[in-house]
């Protein structure tokens, strides 16, 4: 029920948590901070109803991935896209996070889940709650809204989807995509560094190792996603496997450092952008992937499916 901003685009991502949760520019930061407030034009909404079963290695990622292929990449400029429908229930957080992270790679102003069980299950289990026990208020949409756009996805008819370079909305079924080899593995960052994420990449790694020609490197989102992997053995499963495990960091995702792109290599990210010069040089290419397709692809040293394992 609060209304949260950040000085990064990806602030969409608290939205997993029922909140209004978005990216303002610097100046707008500075404003906040001074007086308490920010100003915001109120945003249309786009209804986003998911029904059916998720398949085997489908996660958040590629259900959001594959409505940004539809929409397109301003598909939901200045909109709050409201994730709702029986098929939520079968999401966890982190693909409700994941999912919140890139409705701004569609252009929305905000992308936001209705409050369940899990969600207050989630927040009950934060350090925040434990300590302040903070009273929140559950919003839900009017019975009779109004809705810019409405659009109905089955995700039982969707595979793992890649976006392919150079847009996120460049996707196309992981079916479809060429198996080229590749250079390099990013798993992690804010998009995809949850704990069922590293969870997910760790379950298709143990038993296996990095392909001799590739390098991967494993970004858990926070200190403490940090710390839970380790406590659960799987930052042991991917030194094993010849990956780097990180501490949290943005890292290669914005060309910044830690693996970033030579020229002409190829690499598949759990990141949210691949624009050319996004992770380092430009004519770099980047495919955009599940934690679970990008582990499987730097075992076998090509864009890959776990079920090739």
């Given amino acids: 029920g609060e209304v949260l901003i950040g000085g990064d685009s990806h602030s969409t991502t608290c939205g997993a948590m029922g909140c209004f949760a978005a990216g303002v520019g610097s100046s707008d930061i500075a404003y906040a901070w001074a007086v308490g407030e920010i100003w915001l034009k109120v945003p249309y909404s786009m209804k986003i109803v998911l029904k059916g079963k998720l398949k085997s290695w489908v996660s958040g990622k590629d259900i959001i991935l594959y409505i940004i292929k539809d929409i397109s990449v301003d598909g939901a400029t200045y909109m709050a896209m409201e994730f709702t429908g029986p098929g939520v229930s079968q999401l966890n957080m982190a693909d409700r996070f994941t999912m ?3 409705s701004t790679e569609a252009g929305a102003k905000n992308g936001i ?4 069980d899990e969600t207050i299950q ?11 026990k903070p009273e929140f208020k559950i919003y839900e949409s009017d019975f009779d809204c109004k809705y810019e756009i409405e659009k109905e996805y089955d995700m039982s008819k969707i ?3 890649v976006a ?3 847009s996120p909305g460049n996707v196309k079924p992981l079916s479809d995509v060429e198996k080229l080899p590749i250079d390099a593995v990013i798993i992690g960052t804010c998009t995809n ?3 069922e994420d590293m969870r997910r990449a760790a379950a298709v790694f143990k038993g296996h190792k990095v392909h001799p020609k590739v390098r991967v490197i494993v970004i858990p989102g926070s200190t403490w996603i940090q710390k839970q992997a380790i406590q659960e053995g799987l930052a042991e499963i991917f030194i094993e496997s010849g990956c780097v495990f990180s501490t949290s960091t943005c890292g290669p995702c914005i060309g910044g450092h830690m693996g970033v792109l030579a020229e ?7 990141t949210n952008r691949n624009f050319v010069g996004r992770m380092g040089h430009p004519t770099a290419e980047i495919y955009l992937a599940n934690p679970a397709v990008a582990a499987a692809s730097a075992i076998l040293g090509k864009i890959a499916s776990p079920e090739e394992l």
């Fill in 100 to 102: 919140s992270n890139m």
């Fill in 113 to 116: 889940f209705a409050v369940d």
């Fill in 122 to 132: 989630y927040v009950k289990n934060t350090e925040r709650y434990k300590l302040e």
């Fill in 159 to 161: 595979e793992p989807q």
């Fill in 164 to 166: 392919c370079p150079f």
């Fill in 193 to 195: 560094g949850w704990i």
């Fill in 264 to 270: 002409k290599e190829r690499c598949v990210s759990t």
